[in-house]
């Protein structure tokens, strides 16, 4: 599972401050699918930075250039991630910088779980997922969130608005109506629990 966060986490921005304290970008996700392999070397304008983070103590390592050709020698794969211990990631993909993912174990989790939104009604369902996944303008369409709504789910303007309006009350929406970190989660809470269901 992912879940997107706020840089302005106390947490949160003690743990990039320990291990990528140049980091200046807003793109953080917290996951628990950790990684069985540490590739980080330069191929082809992208590359992953890794460390280590304790929760206990104010430590951090991190994991150097390991080209298997180069630095053959230099550890490459991870068994297992202990408890109380993250792994934070840096991902350049051509160039770009993708933002940071914090590794997390199940049982550590709980310190790191957003608010729990996963009882929205429908037409907030709709606004989060349209938001989520189109472009507010596109193709001359003006708001093309909603067209895109409407033609696929039936929500009239009246109900689109409510439901943007409620949004944004509730943090998941900005006052721009773009989607808020908090936003994502709910949405992934939303779908997790479709799917369960």
């Known amino acids: 599972m ?3 966060i706020s840089k302005t986490d106390p947490l949160i921005k003690e743990i990039i401050r320990r291990t990528f304290p140049e980091y200046k970008g807003r793109k953080i996700r ?4 950790i990684p069985s392999r540490l590739d ?34 230099n550890p490459r794969t ?17 160039g770009k910088d993708l933002g940071i993912t914090i590794f997390v174990n199940e049982s550590d989790m ?17 606004v989060l997922e349209f938001t989520s996944g189109l ?18 789910r039936g ?10 309006a409620s949004l944004i009350q509730k943090k998941l929406l900005n006052k721009a109506g773009a989607i808020t970190p908090n936003g994502r989660n709910a949405l ?10």
Do not use: M
């Open 135 to 152: 472009k507010s303008s596109y193709a001359g369409i003006s708001n093309y969130r909603f067209y895109e709504a409407r033609a696929s």
């Open 2 to 4: 992912i879940y997107y």
């Open 188 to 197: 992934n809470q939303n779908i997790a629990r479709r799917h369960h269901d």
């Open 78 to 94: 991870l068994k297992r991630l202990p408890e109380r211990i993250l792994l934070v990631r840096q991902s350049i993909f051509c």
């Open 110 to 126: 709980t310190k790191f779980l957003p608010e729990n939104n996963n009882n929205l009604p429908e037409d907030e369902k709709t």
């Open 40 to 73: 980080s070397y330069w191929d082809g304008g992208s590359r992953d930075y890794y460390a280590f983070c304790s929760l206990d103590e104010k430590k951090a390592f991190s994991v150097p250039s390991n080209h298997p050709l180069y630095e053959g020698k």
């Open 30 to 33: 917290i996951s628990t699918d």
């Open 155 to 164: 929500i009239t303007l009246e109900r689109w608005n409510e439901a943007k």
